[in-house]
């Protein structure tokens, strides 16, 4: 349930909203936007709408049937949008991040983050704990990939997301990444999203495999529910009878999750489409559907990539793309 308060609803009201929804034994969570201040009442206890609408200032007792609430923009109207390192994703930026499916060694990570920093992206990803389908393939460097993604993004004034793959890793994210990334292989990882939902960084949570946007919308629920507001979509293609391409990049999802909810989204089209030649259309048609960022896998020579060479761009490539969406931007009313 969601309680909007009139414009102007006095502190004390607010309080008294607050306390009742606690009393009844149910997390309030507030949403203070421009005009209003939204309160939801989460949890399973039930309650009567009319308790509530009797309170001064209360303009309307909203009943949710969708199951996620903290996700929706019912709860919140307005656009979330994050911030790390000066690059914004939501409302109307759209962010960029860009960089190696995963950390190699010391060259390659800092020859990467060199041209990452020269195109003008302020965001390097790079796996350290790599989910591969195959237990023979490479798994990534582990901590030690941390390490040195680190040390290549403090020399160029880079932030850092990779990906986190079980809870006991999450002190060692929070020492080493600036956003964390829940792979799809992770999205229903209920264990981990609570876990995610109480630390203070912000969260790439990507599609699952086969997950709906209901299912997906859910799993963002857990991570908002637990105190963290800092959640980043992130779609990267679903599973379809389509085998042209390594995934089918649902480029609706981007109009149907902006409608149902505030949360920005962003879409990665080397995992989407599995081929670099279509990373670039893909990219630009993914800001023209109103994406907030791009996460783009570039390697600083592909054919000798550990991991996912064949979708990854070229650094001539990727620059040529870059000036190509910022040259978009303004035509779709987004700021990059
Ligand atoms: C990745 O971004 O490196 C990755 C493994 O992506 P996904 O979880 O979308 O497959
Ligand atoms: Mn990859």
């Not at 929804?21 to 309030?28: D, T």
């Not at 209003?36 to 309650?47: D, L, Q, S």
């Not at 629920?221 to 599973?239: K, P």
Request: glycine share 8%; with cysteine.
């Amino acid at each position: 349930m969601i309680i909007v308060m009139r414009h102007g609803a006095s502190e004390e009201n607010i309080q008294k909203v607050i306390d009742l929804i606690k009393l009844k034994g149910r997390e309030a969570h507030i949403s203070k936007g421009e005009s209003h201040t939204i309160i939801g009442a989460v949890g399973e206890k039930v309650i009567d709408p009319r308790e509530f609408e009797l309170i001064d200032g209360v303009k309307e007792v909203i009943k949710i049937s969708s199951s996620y609430k903290l996700a929706s923009r019912i709860f919140k109207e307005d656009d979330t949008i994050i911030e790390v390192n000066n690059e914004k994703f939501g409302g109307e930026y759209s962010g960029m991040i860009a960089g190696p499916c995963t950390i190699e060694n010391e060259e390659q990570i800092f020859e990467c983050a060199r041209i990452m920093s020269e195109s003008g992206v302020k965001i390097i990803r790079g796996g350290a704990f790599k989910p591969r389908t195959s237990p023979y393939s490479f798994q990534g460097l582990g901590e030690e990939g941390l390490k040195l993604i680190r040390k290549a993004a403090d020399k160029y004034n880079l932030a850092v997301t990779s990906e986190v793959m079980e809870i006991s890793q999450i002190p060692l994210f929070l020492k080493y990444v600036d956003i964390l990334q829940v792979g799809a292989r992770n999205m229903q990882n209920f264990n981990l999203l609570r876990e995610l939902s109480k630390i203070k960084k912000p969260v790439i949570l990507k599609r699952g495999l086969s997950a709906t946007i209901n299912e997906w919308l859910m799993a963002a629920e857990y991570i908002l529910s637990g105190g963290n507001r800092e959640v980043i979509l992130c779609e990267r293609g679903i599973r379809t009878f389509e085998v042209a391409t390594r995934n089918t990049l649902d480029l609706c999802a981007i109009p149907v999750v902006k409608k149902l909810s505030h949360l920005p989204i962003i879409v990665d089209p080397s995992h989407g489409t599995g081929l670099r030649d279509k990373v670039v259309p893909m990219s630009l048609a993914s800001l023209a559907a109103g994406c907030d960022g791009l996460i783009i896998e570039v390697h600083n020579k592909p054919e000798c990539a550990l991991c996912d060479g064949a979708q990854s761009l070229y650094p001539e490539q990727f620059r040529e793309l870059y000036k190509k969406l910022k040259q978009l931007a303004p035509v779709v009313g987004k700021k990059i």
